[in-house]
């Protein structure tokens, strides 16, 4: 399986390159310029397309001929990164690739997602204070992941909870909705966070 991971540079690409890599899939990772030296640790084993991965040429040689999409939605900046990435991967994946996007809690498909107050004070704080320093657009999520839902694609969301370092403790349980009793913690392993991510590429 020829498998594309658009982000791959940051904490949870080089997780899911590292996985991908396990299971001997053929792995194109693209990521920023200035970021391909953070993936020099998988180097001769993977081919690296630099660029921004909202730019849709950057995207569409990247995704030539692969089977599977991993994409990491990163709502950097204010000038809808994510959403480009998203649109530029739903414009150029072959129609039968699978593809899985990677983001944030608060996104939601149908209304029926249960926050906590923590959770929705965080988000009313620092999504505007982010907004107004230019460093990033929660919002941008939200749109990226609405045109995904409404695309005919074989999609896969996957939505984080609170990430943190260590050694895997296995697959996280998972649930369709925020809320729902079996999620009572919210902290997962980066590192099985990103084996979850790739569990949607053996549905084939």
């Keep these: 399986m020829r498998v594309c991971i658009v982000g791959a540079s940051g904490k949870l690409g080089r997780y899911m390159v590292q996985h991908a890599l396990d299971r001997d899939y053929d792995v194109v990772g693209v990521c920023r310029q200035q970021s391909v030296e953070k993936l020099d640790a998988f180097k001769e084993r993977i081919t690296v397309i630099p660029g921004a991965t909202n730019d849709p040429e950057v995207i569409k040689r990247a995704l ?19 959403t480009g ?3 530029a991967v739903l414009d150029h994946a ?3 690739a699978r593809l899985v996007f990677s983001c944030g809690w608060h996104i939601t498909r ?3 997602d249960v926050y906590s107050r923590k959770l929705k004070a965080i988000v009313k704080v620092f999504g505007p204070l982010a907004r107004l320093a230019r460093f990033a657009d929660l ?7 609405r045109r995904v839902f409404a695309s005919d694609t074989r999609w896969t969301v996957v939505r984080g909870s609170d990430l943190e370092e260590g050694e895997s403790q296995g697959l996280p349980v998972w649930s ?20 979850a991510d790739l569990k949607p590429l053996a549905v084939q």
Excluded: K
């Design 176 to 195: 369709r909705h925020v809320g729902d009793p079996i999620l009572e913690s919210n902290i997962t392993r980066r590192v099985d966070f990103a084996a």
């Design 110 to 112: 149908d209304g029926q």
């Design 94 to 96: 072959h129609p039968s």
């Design 85 to 87: 990435t998203a649109q």
């Design 64 to 82: 030539a001929g692969c089977d599977g999409v991993l994409v990491v939605l990163v709502p950097r900046g204010v000038h809808g990164y994510s």
């Design 139 to 145: 919002d941008d999520q939200v749109e990226a992941c």
